[in-house]
T-cell receptor, first 118, second 115 residues
Framework: GAVVSQHPSWVICKSGTSVKIECRSL??????MFWYRQFPKQSLMLMAT?????????EQGVEKDKFLINHASLTLSTLTVTSAHPEDSSFYIC??????????????FGPGTRLTVL | AQKVTQAQTEISVVEKEDVTLDCVYE???????LFWYKQPPSGELVFLIR??????QNEISGRYSWNFQKSTSSFNFTITASQVVDSAVYFC????????????FGTGTRLLVSP
């Protein structure tokens, strides 16, 4: 299989606090992990791409100091929303692509994390 | 530039009807990959199929089938004998070799299957 987990599945926090979301590939090694944001009834918006051991590549318009990404190993990437504000409330989804060549082009998605900032 | 268009915003059918979800893509790359994902109300995107640009064979998997036509740049998805559990948002996506592994998503088609 190709299972990706995310933790937590939902979180409510106060404005000004930081929130960390974990993304793990459970049964495969991931060369690359991706972080997306999805607003209600809209498509996914890519925020950043991260490779293990290197800095993440952020999409245009995404604040790297606001959304800190760490890709510590081939199975774990974290997204930290720093000094969260109500406008950061959204559904955050991660995905991972496998390290083996046969399926390196397929992204497998986590279940998502719903962030609500009060 | 790469682009994926899913012109159908929402489709409603009654159980057991067949339904086709359209996907049209744009790319200048000769090597690319097309995908379909299902997003049920729970939110998790479920991978359904991957197709590379050199393989135009249509594929069938149970009640699901896909029609890939390079001549019209389309990768349509048909569900035969739809069921209530098929209700979800379906996304078509494109990845090219020059796109740094990024997936370009369509806007999605919401499928509602009523009993």
């Amino acid at each position: 299989g190709a299972v990706v987990s995310q933790h937590p599945s939902w979180v409510i926090c106060k404005s000004g606090t930081s929130v960390k979301i974990e993304c793990r590939s459970l049964d495969f090694q991931a060369t690359t992990m991706f972080w997306y944001r999805q607003f209600p009834k809209q498509s996914l918006m890519l925020m950043a791409t991260s490779n293990e051991g290197s800095k993440a590549t952020y999409e245009q318009g995404v604040e790297k100091d606001k959304f800190l990404i760490n890709h510590a190993s081939l199975t774990l990437s974290t997204l930290t929303v720093t000094s969260a504000h109500p406008e950061d409330s959204s559904f955050y989804i991660c995905s991972a692509s496998r390290a083996d060549l046969q399926e390196a082009d397929t992204q497998y998605f986590g279940p998502g994390t719903r962030l609500t900032v009060l | 530039a790469q682009k994926v268009t899913q012109a159908q915003t929402e489709i409603s059918v009654v159980e057991k009807e067949d339904v086709t979800l359209d996907c049209v893509y744009e790319t200048r790359d000769t090597t690319y990959y097309l995908f379909w994902y299902k997003q049920p109300p729970s939110g998790e995107l479920v991978f359904l199929i991957r197709r590379n640009s050199f393989d135009e064979q249509n594929e069938i998997s149970g009640r699901y089938s896909w029609n890939f036509q390079k001549s019209t740049s389309s990768f349509n998805f048909t569900i035969t004998a739809s069921q209530v559990v098929d209700s979800a948002v379906y996304f078509c996506a494109l990845r090219t070799n020059t796109g740094f592994q990024k997936l370009v998503f369509g806007t999605g088609t919401r499928l509602l299957v009523s009993p």
